[in-house]
T-cell receptor, first 111, second 111 residues
Framework: NAGVTQTPKFQVLKTGQSMTLQCAQD?????MYWYRQDPGMGLRLIYY???????DKGEVPNGYNVSRLNKREFSLRLESAAPSQTSVYFC??????????FGSGTQLSVL | TQLLEQSPQFLSIQEGENLTVYCNSS?????LQWYRQEPGEGPVLLVT?????EVKKLKRLTFQFGDARKDSSLHITAAQPGDTGLYLC????????????FGKGTSLLVT
């Protein structure tokens, strides 16, 4: 049982480049989330999807787009990467009201 | 965004000491969750508190939810090096209640 799988684990981009972070869960969870983690800032919610077919902005959505492709997959896209988007990104999923299951994270550097 | 304030931000203590970490908000939460994160990994749930005034124990860790459901605390008795990590509280938010927002965390070092 893989849980929450994120790819890639590491990525280096140049300013202005685009990329998509992939996330898939095999636990039949309805809700999926994207967070970024920066030193001293805890986890900040970028976007979430309460259920298949819906997405909502979190605390820090600017510069990001998301797609809930199906119940299993929730991708995060950076259209034009900026140095301020250098961070560790975590995908998570859950049944609402229960605990979050996290992926192992993507370390992104934007030069 | 329902703001969760955690204190202290950093804590460095000797093995065997006791400590308390606080999570405060001006908002009322239906529940609060506590997570622990180790370097290079995603957070892992420790406990969920639901009822105002509730106290839950997990070995040497004691969690309390405030009577008004606006705050919570985590007390560790006789800390051990294995308790080292980032402790995060999280509560529901957003218009739909599906969002889960985190505090900035308390980084604990036990030596």
């Amino acid at each position: 049982n893989a849980g929450v799988t994120q790819t890639p684990k590491f990525q280096v981009l140049k300013t202005g480049q685009s990329m998509t972070l992939q996330c898939a869960q095999d636990m039949n969870h309805n809700s999926m989330y994207w967070y970024r983690q920066d030193p001293g800032m805890g986890l900040r919610l970028i976007y979430y999807s309460a259920s298949e077919g819906t997405t909502d902005k979190g605390e820090v959505p600017n510069g990001y787009n998301v797609s809930r492709l199906n119940k299993r997959e929730f991708s995060l896209r950076l259209e034009s990467a900026a140095p301020s988007q250098t961070s560790v990104y975590f995908c998570a999923s859950r049944i609402v009201g229960e605990k979050l299951f996290f992926g192992s994270g993507t370390q992104l550097s934007v030069l | 965004t329902q703001l969760l304030e955690q204190s202290p931000q950093f804590l460095s203590i000797q093995e065997g000491e006791n400590l308390t970490v606080y999570c405060n908000s001006s908002s009322v939460f239906s529940s609060l969750q506590w997570y622990r994160q180790e370097p290079g990994e995603g957070p892992v749930l420790l406990v969920t508190v639901v009822t105002g005034g509730e106290v839950k124990k997990l070995k040497r860790l004691t969690f309390q939810f405030g009577d008004a459901r606006k705050d919570s605390s985590l007390h560790i008795t006789a800390a051990q090096p294995g308790d080292t990590g980032l402790y995060l509280c999280a509560g529901g938010g957003g218009d739909s209640g599906y969002a889960l927002n985190f505090g900035k965390g308390t980084s604990l070092l036990v030596t």
